[in-house]
């Protein structure tokens, strides 16, 4: 009976620190640069977003693939958990986490292998502090989910990784016509850092 304790005691301590390690801090890897490493790329949306927004997310990813090297895929809905888990997600968070500031619209969580490359990055969306929208709806007030993923999603791929407290993204306001787009600046540090695209 001893000896059945001990393993069951084992087991449960292995699966208290494996879930342990699963949650890193939501700062930015240590030293850079990092890229994404090579292959397609599957993406998750949060399960409890409209199906307007996960629609315009969609879109966002698309931009990327076509203007890149990269494929993005869609995976379907999921549970808006961030954490090193083998699942990029794109979540919103009713309560925004302490550690980051409040006003960050969004924030990329970019997890490493041993190379330093980035294995896994999840988007968490400040749904405490900001309402988005799309280009389709374009809800007065709110920000369009396809301008913040566009810049989100170049953070999945290791540019300018830490630096979202400072963006300011586009607020809908009746008839501006938003036409959703990678900046300039970013194609360019893309560029920079994957070598042209290769």
Known sequence: MAG????????LGLILA?????REGLGAPAGGPHKRSPGAIQYYFD??????????????????SDATKLEFSYAGKAAPRVARDGRNVVAFAKKWPNELP???AAWCKAY???????????????AQAYSFT?????????LYIEDVLAKEIGRSLGLGL?????????????????EPGIDPADMAA????????Q
């Open 18 to 22: 494996m879930a342990g390690c699963s």
């Open 134 to 142: 799309t280009k389709r709806e374009a809800k007065p007030g709110s």
């Open 47 to 64: 399960k409890g977003a409209s199906d307007a927004l996960e629609l315009g997310a969609r879109e966002s990813f698309q931009l990327w």
């Open 102 to 104: 409040i006003s960050a």
């Open 162 to 178: 830490g630096g979202e407290a400072g963006d300011r993204y586009r607020s809908a306001q009746a008839g501006d016509g938003f």
């Open 4 to 11: 059945i304790k001990q393993i069951v005691t084992a087991a």
């Open 112 to 126: 490493l292998d041993k190379a330093g490359n980035i294995a896994e990055a999840d988007i968490l969306l400040n």
């Open 190 to 197: 893309y560029l920079s850092l994957y070598a042209a695209g």
